[in-house]
């Protein structure tokens, strides 16, 4: 073998070698969601809060896996848990409340399904959704009609363990979630986290168009609501406010699902958006991953009692009128809610809340009556007295109150009865 033949052996030895390490330099690896990795070293720019609203797809090299489900069933819904999220709810059916056809009112539709998403963006820039690859310590149907229960999800990501627990009681709507990303917390930028409820709530009334006027997605920060008003696709746009959140909810006419941390949340983001009719409302808070986020889910009907034992003026979100006449407005619904423990029909209850106000009042309407028919029999003789005195109001004045003195008539106890 010449030398040239032995020089070419040995250029292509060096460059099979060394191809592998070229090959890293001209196309570097991009770490999926299980196998991130991060130099301590490193310097890392900021990067914003991920929009949750759009899942990034499965990797390919991870089949989808058919996520198991098992369903809860207390004193006042039944509800479908999926693995999927970490403990999605793919069904709550209320047993207390039917539609028109009688049918259970079911606050889960196609829309929100995929609710209670979990995700945060990497130090990469990767938007990573831990939406798959959970599995439960429970593989049966529970029953909860005495005491609570909590249900553990957990998974691992790149030989770490993330959980997430909810926890279901027997006579409340509401299931308290515990979620903990600690273990990865260095993979996560800014260590912020973000847990979303996407698709609102399904409308419930036959009217869609009425109940729209009440169908609202609400951001409770520094101590005011803030209520976006749905833009159409192209103007739409997702709206993060970096400031401490005490709740975030969705509502309907008579339904509501709100998401109320134990600590304030460090902001929470929102998108309203109005298509062919129909509204979308899609809310998050966002979460410090260096420790576990606890909340608590409210998920059901608008009854003020249970919305006020959440705290944290959640119940903000009901609408009393004017802050003048809100005190009067609560005293009459707790009347209303007491009279129905022993009428269970609001029908009768509103007809026997009204006779009970006639008898209240009737000492007032009575003296206002009475008053109303002395001003009728003294009629004639005022219209004299306008006529006697046409050009000169003052006298007019002066003898038309001689004559309400005379007859003992109080003019203005007459409007008592159009006030009440």
Not at 18 to 28: G, N, T
Not at 94 to 103: P, R, V
Not at 161 to 183: A, C, G, H, M, W
Request: proline fraction near 6%.
């Amino acid at each position: 073998m010449d030398r040239t033949s032995l020089l070419a052996f040995l250029l292509i030895a060096v460059i099979i070698f060394l191809m592998p390490e070229y090959y890293k330099l001209v196309y570097p690896s991009t770490p999926g969601a299980d196998s991130l990795f991060v130099d301590s070293e490193e310097k890392i720019e900021e990067l914003p809060l991920l929009d949750l609203n759009i899942a990034p797809p499965p990797s390919p090299n991870k089949p989808e896996q058919t996520a198991r489900s098992f369903s809860v069933r207390t004193n006042l819904y039944t509800a479908e848990i999926s693995a999927i999220n970490g403990g999605s709810i793919a069904s709550f059916v209320l047993h207390n409340y039917a539609l028109n056809d009688s049918e259970r009112v079911e606050l889960i539709d196609n829309n929100n399904v995929n609710n209670l998403m979990v995700g945060f963006r990497s130090i990469d820039g990767d938007d990573i959704s831990l939406s798959g690859g959970w599995v439960a310590d429970n593989d049966y149907d529970i029953n909860i009609y005495e005491r609570e229960t909590t249900v553990t999800f957990h998974r691992a990501f790149d030989d770490k363990q993330i959980s997430r627990s909810l926890t279901f009681y027997p006579n409340k709507y509401i299931i308290d979630i515990n979620v903990d990303l600690s273990e990865i917390q260095r993979w996560v930028s800014q260590g912020v986290s973000t847990v979303s409820w996407p698709g609102g709530l399904p409308l419930t009334e036959p009217n869609k168009k009425d109940e729209q006027v009440y169908y609202q997605a609400m951001v409770f920060q520094g101590d005011e609501t803030y209520t976006p008003k749905p833009q159409k696709p192209a103007k739409a746009k997702l709206e993060r406010m970096d400031y401490p959140t005490d709740w975030i909810a969705i509502r309907t006419k008579y339904f509501i699902t709100a998401l109320v941390p134990q600590k304030q949340a460090p902001g929470s983001q929102v998108l309203a958006i109005q298509e062919n009719g129909d509204i979308r409302f899609d809310v998050g808070l966002y979460f410090d991953v260096s420790h576990p986020f606890l909340s608590t889910l409210y998920i059901g009907p608008l009854e003020y009692s249970r919305i006020k034992q959440l705290g944290k003026n959640v119940d903000r979100i009901m609408n009393f009128g004017w802050a003048f006449i809100r005190p009067i407005s609560k005293i009459v619904h707790w009347f209303l809610i007491f009279l129905y423990k022993y009428i269970p029909n609001y029908g009768f209850v509103l007809l026997v809340f009204s006779v009970l106000v006639k008898i209240l009042v009737y000492p007032l309407t009575a003296k206002s009556y009475t008053s109303t028919k002395k001003m009728q029999a003294i009629q004639p003789m005022l219209n004299d007295l306008r006529e006697k005195h046409k050009n000169d109001q003052k006298k007019f004045a002066q003898a038309q109150m001689a004559l309400f003195k005379e007859h003992g008539v109080n003019p203005l106890s007459g409007c008592m009865p159009i006030l009440l």
